[in-house]
């Protein structure tokens, strides 16, 4: 009788290959859960939200234009040509300065009347990330306007002010871009 001591390496080639498929399936659950699910940008709220109630929120958003319109008082504004858009190249940006800057939105009616009970809330952010972004929940009426407190800004770039107006079934997001320059 012949001894076979030749060695097989399958047994090792598939407990590696296991291996390596456990660690590639816990990276990928690691990296996904640093990646939570974000603001919806455009309406301020959550993704699934926007995506459930879309109808909704462009009803909303068709009635409070029919009803109201939304003005930013007292900021300058510059023409900036935008690389990555072939639908508007050239766009009007609210040009911000380092330190402290407040902005001011004068809410009316269609008959011009300043309308001193609205929810407002405000954003700066910057765009493609949620890290820098300053809110305020409630933005107070004061001498006609809702009227932010300071919000400072130190870091330049490109920025978009964010505004979400809410009066019972009338719903707005304006949302202008802003530059600050190095």
Request: no cysteine; charged share 25%.
């Amino acid at each position: 009788m012949k001894d076979n001591h030749e060695k097989s390496y399958w047994p090792h080639m598939i407990m590696g290959f296991l291996l390596i498929g456990i660690v590639l399936a816990f990276w990928t659950v690691k990296t996904v859960g640093r990646m939570p699910v974000s603001k919806e940008d455009r309406f301020m709220m959550d993704y699934q939200n926007a995506e459930l109630h879309y109808n909704d929120v462009m009803k909303a958003q068709q009635r409070f234009k029919q009803r109201y319109d939304v003005a930013l008082e007292g900021v300058a504004t510059r023409r900036l040509a935008v690389q990555n858009s072939k639908a508007n190249p050239i766009v009007q940006a609210v040009i911000l300065h380092r330190g402290a800057n407040r902005f001011a939105y004068r809410i009316t009616d269609k008959a011009g009347h300043a309308v001193a009970d609205m929810n407002v809330t405000f954003v700066l952010t910057r765009p493609h990330t949620h890290a820098d972004d300053v809110t305020i929940e409630r933005v107070p009426f004061v001498d006609g306007a809702y009227r932010t407190g300071p919000v400072t800004i130190t870091k330049p770039g490109r920025y978009t002010l964010k505004l979400r107006a809410a009066k019972g079934d009338a719903v707005d997001f304006d949302s202008r871009p802003a530059f600050l320059e190095p």
